[in-house]
């Protein structure tokens, strides 16, 4: 496996750093955060960040294990779970969070806050679990590569 962690922990710093920014925001009640752009602003950006580097830290491996180019962002996720790095029903929660990924960065249609709001109360432990299967991945990688 031609797999580089330090390049997957730079990445996985990028995934941490927006989930701070996220979870920060977590507290607002729904009034507060329809009343305030910027808030709003911030907390798509920082969801797009967070999917991004999600999305690449997958590529990063699914190109490491030499598992081909998935046709799209939403089977990146599954690619992994079908590698059996993480779980099949957290690999479907990402694969739903790619095509939130679609909707924020292309605009399709007006972006529903309530969808957004709703991400940021229910879905930032899936960022959590996904940072620790792949510190879990760097781990036995590392193990493997060490002199015994």
């Given at each position: 496996m031609d797999f580089d962690s330090n390049v997957v922990l730079q990445l996985l710093n990028k995934l941490r750093e927006a989930r701070e920014v996220l979870e920060r925001h977590r507290?607002?009640?729904?009034?507060?955060?329809?009343?305030?752009?910027e808030r709003q602003y911030v907390v798509e950006h920082a969801w797009l960040l967070a999917i991004q580097t999600m999305l690449d830290i997958c590529a990063h491996v699914i190109s490491a294990a030499g598992a081909g180019v998935p046709a799209e962002y939403a089977d990146m996720p599954r690619t992994?779970?079908?590698?059996?790095?993480?779980?099949?029903?957290?690999?479907?929660?990402?694969?739903?969070?790619?095509?939130?990924?679609?909707?924020?960065?292309?605009?399709?249609?007006?972006?529903?806050?309530?969808?957004?709001?709703?991400?940021?109360?229910?879905?930032?432990?899936?960022?959590?679990?996904?940072?620790?299967?792949i510190t879990r991945l760097i781990t036995k990688l590392s193990e493997e590569e060490s002199p015994r």
């Amino acid at each position: 496996m031609d797999f580089d962690s330090n390049v997957v922990l730079q990445l996985l710093n990028k995934l941490r750093e927006a989930r701070e920014v996220l979870e920060r925001h977590r507290t607002v009640d729904w009034l507060e955060f329809v009343a305030d752009i910027e808030r709003q602003y911030v907390v798509e950006h920082a969801w797009l960040l967070a999917i991004q580097t999600m999305l690449d830290i997958c590529a990063h491996v699914i190109s490491a294990a030499g598992a081909g180019v998935p046709a799209e962002y939403a089977d990146m996720p599954r690619t992994l779970a079908g590698l059996k790095v993480i779980p099949i029903e957290l690999a479907e929660r990402l694969a739903k969070a790619a095509g939130f990924r679609n909707r924020l960065i292309h605009n399709y249609r007006h972006i529903d806050l309530e969808i957004v709001y709703r991400a940021l109360q229910e879905n930032l432990e899936d960022l959590d679990l996904f940072d620790l299967h792949i510190t879990r991945l760097i781990t036995k990688l590392s193990e493997e590569e060490s002199p015994r």
